[in-house]
C-alpha cells in the first residue's frame, strides 16, 4: 500500500524566486492538504484540495498556490520566495471528508 | 488564546513508566482530536485519533477526551526509548476540514 510520496527532498532557492513542490496522496484518498511547518512549530494549514477545487484555505499569501490533477496528486506554487519561507513542507492525504491526514515525508525548502 | 495549547516541554520519563500528555483546545464545538507523533527531522505520523468523550485504547497508547473541559490526553504505558519524540495534538475545528495543531510536547525517556 503507497503512502503518500513528496519530491523534492530538499530544495535550496534564492529570494524572489519561485518553486513547484509535488505531492502523491496514499491509494485511495482524493483529498490533498499542504502545510508548512516552521522549525519547532507545529504545522500550519496553507490549503485543502479536493475534487481539483481548493475547498479550503489558511491564512497564507496570495504567493502560495496550488492545483490538484485528475489523479488527485497535487502541486504547491509560491512565488516571490522570502527568506521566511523556509521550513518543511507537508502534503497530507485523506478521504473524502475523512478527518484521518496522513503524512508525507516532507518537502525541505531553504531560501537564502 | 491559541487555538489548540500544549505545554512546549521537554517532558523527561523514566524508561517503563507512563508518560502523559495534555492539550487544551479553545474551540467548544471541535468534534476530532488527533495525536501525531513526530521524530526529529521527520514528518508527522498519526498514532490516535478520538472523536467521543471518555477514554479510546491502542496497545501502549491511550486518548483520552473531556470535551466539557476542553482537553485531550495521550498516555503512554511501559515507555520505551524509541517513544522519544515531538507529540503533536491535532483539532478539526468545527465547519472547516483543516487541521490545527498545537506546537508539540518534546518526550524524552530516559533509559
Not at chain 1, 518553486?19 to 485543502?48: E, M, N
Not at chain 2, 517503563?16 to 500528555?21: F, K, N, T, V, Y
Request: with cysteine; proline share 5%.
Amino acid at each position: 500500500d503507497a503512502g503518500v510520496t513528496q519530491s523534492p527532498t530538499h530544495l535550496i532557492k534564492t529570494r524572489g524566486q519561485q518553486v513547484t513542490l509535488r505531492c502523491s496522496p496514499k491509494s485511495g484518498h482524493d483529498t490533498v492538504s499542504w502545510y508548512q511547518q516552521a522549525l519547532g512549530q507545529g504545522p500550519q494549514f496553507i490549503f485543502q484540495y479536493y475534487e481539483e477545487e481548493e475547498r479550503q484555505r489558511g491564512n497564507f499569501p496570495d504567493r502560495f498556490s496550488g492545483h490538484q490533477f485528475p489523479n488527485y496528486s497535487s502541486e504547491l506554487n509560491v512565488n516571490a520566495l522570502l527568506l521566511g519561507d523556509s521550513a518543511l513542507y507537508l502534503c497530507a492525504s485523506s478521504f473524502g471528508r475523512r478527518y484521518e491526514q496522513y503524512f508525507g515525508p516532507g518537502t525541505r525548502l531553504t531560501v537564502t | 488564546q491559541k487555538e489548540v495549547e500544549q505545554n512546549s516541554g521537554p517532558l523527561s520519563v523514566p524508561e517503563g513508566a507512563i508518560a502523559s500528555l495534555n492539550c487544551t483546545y479553545s474551540d467548544r464545538v471541535s468534534q476530532s482530536f488527533f495525536w501525531y507523533r513526530q521524530y526529529s527531522g521527520k514528518s508527522p505520523e498519526l498514532i490516535m485519533s478520538i472523536y467521543s468523550n471518555g477514554d479510546k485504547e491502542d496497545g501502549r497508547f491511550t486518548a483520552q477526551l473531556n470535551k466539557a473541559s476542553q482537553y485531550v490526553s495521550l498516555l503512554i504505558r511501559d515507555s520505551q526509548p524509541s517513544d522519544s519524540a515531538t507529540y503533536l495534538c491535532a483539532v478539526i475545528i468545527q465547519g472547516a476540514q483543516k487541521l490545527v495543531f498545537g506546537q508539540g510536547t518534546r518526550l524524552t525517556i530516559n533509559p
